[in-house]
């Protein structure tokens, strides 16, 4: 990618969403943000000792966030070299040596099988081309009792074809319509089996909390070597997407799956006595 103070406002219209978030330094989080992380590592009890890959990290928020919670190893691995330098320089503010970053492709990645203890993917899977190719990566290297814990985002409602098509124009995917149950059949495959299953659906902003985080972010200092037609372009651009998301997710829920593999020759049986919660 040019330096900053090399890009045209051509330069900034060609770009989607996700290299704009690179661009500005967002910090984009996994749905949910912090309460996912919380609770993907208060329920497989999580610890210093584990080992986690954050797939598509881009600018380190889950990653930083689990090395800081947990004091554990940690990768994040993304293919946009901007959002990973970002990420290195917040790592470096925090100074944590427990945790990595790297430039890396989900549908072929540098680590040996089973490398990790769990495997995060927030929304990522939906911008990958080839998904197949990356859930079969995710399973190669997660050790055999490691988990695979993925957060995607589905709709609730069903959109319009012109909301779907900004959507697909804006992250330059060619993304198709999914709900739950799609990405439940993607996910949980013959021989996996889901630990947990947790269910959220996102609240809509005002136009107002948009404008004024689309300000703030704007206003960052990195920005202002932008020629004034690229930052005129740029705002834009941010302003735009970021109303769209905000639209386009209001129809929108994800849901946090935790997922290991079966050892049906070991538990072959169902479970048979079951319990309910009594309230006091």
């Not at 661009?23 to 610890?47: A, F, H, W």
């Not at 190893?73 to 990420?87: F, L, M, R, Y």
């Not at 503010?93 to 492709?105: C, G």
Request: charged residues 35%; proline residues 1%; glycine residues 4%.
């Amino acid at each position: 990618m040019k330096k900053i103070k090399d890009l045209t406002s051509e330069d900034i219209k060609k770009m989607s969403y996700n290299e704009i978030i690179g661009l500005v330094r967002e910090t984009n989080r996994t749905p949910g943000g912090l309460n996912t992380i919380k609770e993907v590592s208060q329920k497989l009890c999580l610890n210093n000792n584990s080992k986690i890959l954050d797939i598509g990290t881009s600018t380190g928020h889950t990653a930083l966030e689990f090395g800081r919670l947990l004091n554990c190893k940690i990768v994040g691995i993304d293919i946009n070299d901007e959002s990973i330098k970002t990420a290195k320089e917040r790592c470096e503010r925090f100074d944590l040596s427990n945790v990595e970053f790297k430039i890396d492709d989900a549908t072929n990645m540098s680590f040996d099988d089973e490398t990790f203890d769990v495997v995060f993917a927030g929304n990522v899977t939906s911008l990958v081309s080839n998904r197949e190719k990356a859930l079969n990566e995710y399973w190669r290297v997660l050790k055999k009792n490691g988990y695979l814990v993925a957060v995607p985002m589905y709709y609730i409602e069903k959109p319009t074809e012109k909301l779907l098509d900004d959507v697909r124009k804006a992250i330059q995917v060619n993304i198709k319509a999914q709900y739950k149950e799609d990405w439940k059949k993607f996910f949980v495959r013959e021989n996996d089996e889901i630990f947990e299953e947790v269910d959220y659906r996102f609240k809509k902003c005002s136009d107002e909390e948009i404008d004024k985080f689309c300000a703030d972010i704007l206003s960052r200092d990195h920005l202002k070597d932008l020629s004034a037609s690229a930052f005129k372009t740029l705002k834009e651009c941010y302003y735009y997407f970021m109303h769209l998301f905000n639209e386009n997710n209001s129809h929108m829920g994800f849901t946090i799956f935790m997922l290991r593999r079966k050892e049906s020759d070991i538990f072959n049986d169902p479970e048979l006595y079951h319990s309910e919660i009594v309230n006091e």
